[in-house]
């Protein structure tokens, strides 16, 4: 009826009040500007305290410092593993309340946590330093309880909004049309922009605050922050477009794999080459019900021939009749399948990011910090990637990728596995710089005879932020890259869970560089008198040593990569036409 009046639909999408989306009123780059302001608040929640939460464990909560050092490593990768909840939960229900529900939860853990450091009583007494003999108390009974629970609140909230914001705000664009996914590319850069934007006013202002006000102030300026993008994301409702759920994506996924690994050891006909069972009518009704598909077919049975396992779930085994699949949904397992390779080369990349949080911080700390006049605190380099990144962000949109285009002729002008390749190559980079620049360092310990003092070396600590730019700019060309590529090469019933991927690689990341740093004190320690990594003072480490492993993993990791992003076949690259005709499929002939 609404075609009558002259209205055209957008096909699978509503708006919030879960009518149909009218073109011209839903999506476009107006309401995917309300989610670039709403994430500008929300990371900047979140990192205002986890940048600083080891202060606040050690110093007001009693906590040790390795285990302060644990509870926020814990909570932070924690944080990034949830996204994966997240997409899961946004593509069986939808982006838009799933981020409401997230944002409402994280708001619930930051007000925990902000009366807890408001309110005496509700935290353990802050331990006297002047009381040496006497142990600090740490935190127990009801105040831990209410400390975890804000914390993982706050995780869980995190997750939720990692894992749906991204795809709500990339869903706003026509991917049919070449502009829209210009548009669509654009949102990328801009979301990596407002993460550096939010991430700027955590790690200086609100940081500051938190040390020299109090952490109430801190709390409370995320709580109001990220009810702030709450109230933000709401008054753009009327402007969204909701893509409609087609069910569990882990649903269709443990459905295939099941089916796949039954017909392998229970085979209960004599074919065993799904390409046979192609040919019946069922299975061809289901992959094309016009004629003039010929080829497309063969395509799909050509592609399908790469994973012959998982294609065995096509086989239609009459012993278990509801483990029968459709092309359609063994297809977009193999595509989710595909994508794991490109994930897992980025976990590398991340590991070289979390030395920018560690050693990085104790290199610059033994170093001049000023800069004329100005003292800069150590713990403040995080500034420099973040700061690099809100260059680079624009440049890279408004300069680099329309002269790609140019030059290569070409929709994207660089593809979405060249520009994490390049993150990738800039990760080696940056290694070896950061070898040189430690080589450098202890250089002038020596010379200076400093090696064994506590005194700053006279070496200015910009030396280390050339390791912060070429990592800054590794993160920016891969994590919008990775985003990208994980949305427009994944399913549309799994797009959400699998942009959560880039989130997830991040926290392995993480969790790697520890692994690393404990094989190689373990390994080192066996053969020499002391590890690469112990002790107190950083002069006596091995540092470049370990600079130059970090440097080699990368580039063996950098060429694993090439040898999948080689093979990898682009399914946005695809006719729209032949796209939308395998996407539509009937489930049952």
């Known amino acids: 009826m609404d075609h009558e009046k002259g209205f055209t639909m957008w096909e699978g999408y509503v708006d919030w009040r879960n009518r149909a989306a009218i073109k011209g009123c839903h999506g476009g780059a107006v309401a995917a500007s309300f989610v670039l302001v709403v994430e500008i608040l929300e990371n900047l929640a979140y990192l205002a305290n986890a940048s600083n939460l080891v202060l606040y464990l050690s110093k007001f909560m009693n906590f040790s410092p390795s285990a302060s050092a644990n509870i926020v490593t814990n909570f932070m990768g924690t944080s990034f593993f949830l996204a994966l909840l997240g997409g899961l939960s946004s593509d069986f229900f939808s982006t838009y309340y799933i981020y409401i529900i997230s944002a409402t939860i994280e708001f619930m853990g930051l007000l925990m946590l902000t009366l807890q450091a408001c309110i005496p009583s509700l935290r353990q007494p802050i331990c006297a330093s002047v009381n040496r003999n006497a142990p600090c108390k740490e935190v127990g009974g009801g105040h831990i309880a209410m400390l975890f629970s804000g914390l993982y609140l706050v995780a869980l909230g995190v997750g939720g909004i990692k894992g749906s914001l991204p795809s709500h705000g990339a869903e706003q664009f026509d991917e ?38 109090g952490w109430q102030w801190g709390f409370g300026i995320s ?7 709450i109230v933000i994301f709401l008054l753009g409702s009327r402007t969204y477009r909701i893509k409609v759920p087609t069910g569990s994506p882990m649903t269709t996924i443990f459905k295939v ?9 229970f085979p209960k006909n004599s074919i065993g080459n799904v390409l046979d069972t192609r040919e019946t009518p069922q299975n061809t009704t289901e ?38 699949c459709t092309v359609k949904q063994v297809q977009d397992v193999k595509i ?34 000023y800069i004329g006049p100005l003292k800069v605190p150590p713990a403040s380099l995080p500034i420099f990637p973040v700061i690099f990144t809100m260059i680079l962000a624009p440049v890279y ?28 190559f800039l990760s080696v980079v940056a ?17 200076s005879g400093l090696m064994n003092s ?52 991040l926290a392995m990341g993480y969790y790697l560089s520890s692994v690393i740093v404990s094989i190689v004190n373990h390994i080192t320690g066996r053969f020499q008198q002391t590890p690469w990594l112990y002790g107190s003072n950083l002069n006596h480490y091995h540092l470049e040593r370990f600079y130059w492993l970090m440097c080699i993993l990368s580039g063996l990791n950098f060429f694993h990569y090439l040898l999948w992003a080689t093979r990898h076949k682009y399914r946005s690259t695809k006719p729209d036409d032949e796209r939308d005709q395998l996407d539509n499929t009937p489930s049952e002939a």
Not at 397 to 424: C, D, W, Y
Request: glycine share 4%.
């Open 223 to 229: 709580t109001v922050a990220i009810l702030s993008s």
């Open 287 to 324: 992959i094309s019900e016009e004629e003039g598909h010929g080829e497309r077919n063969t395509e799909i049975q050509t592609e399908m021939k790469d994973l012959k396992f998982i294609g065995k779930a096509t086989v239609e085994n009459t012993a278990y009749p509801s483990l029968h």
């Open 454 to 505: 506590t005194e700053p070396l006279p070496i200015t600590f910009l030396w280390v932020a050339l390791q912060y730019l070429f990592l800054g700019s590794a993160d920016l060309f891969s994590l919008a890259g990775l985003m990208e590529f994980f949305f427009t090469e994944a399913p549309l019933s799994m797009r959400s869970l699998t942009t959560a991927l880039s989130w997830a690689s």
């Open 431 to 447: 290694m070896a710089v950061a070898a040189l620049v430690e080589m450098k360092r202890k250089r002038v310990a020596e010379q």
């Open 176 to 213: 049919n049309t070449p502009q829209g996914r210009k548009h669509r590319s654009s949102f990328f850069n801009y979301y990596i922009f407002c993460l550096a934007c939010g991430a700027l006013i955590a790690v200086t202002l609100v940081v500051w605050i938190e040390d020299n006000k």
């Open 257 to 265: 794999l099941v089916a796949a690994f039954s017909n392998s050891l």
């Open 336 to 369: 989710v399948v595909q994508v794991v390779p490109i994930f897992m080369s980025t976990v590398m990349l991340n590991c070289c990011l979390a030395q920018l949080s560690t050693f990085s911080v104790q290199q610059a700390a033994t170093m001049n910090t």
């Open 397 to 424: 949109n408004h300069i680099i990728i329309p002269f790609a285009r140019a030059v290569t002729k070409s929709e994207m002008g660089i593809t979405h596995l060249q520009r994490i390749g390049t993150g990738l």
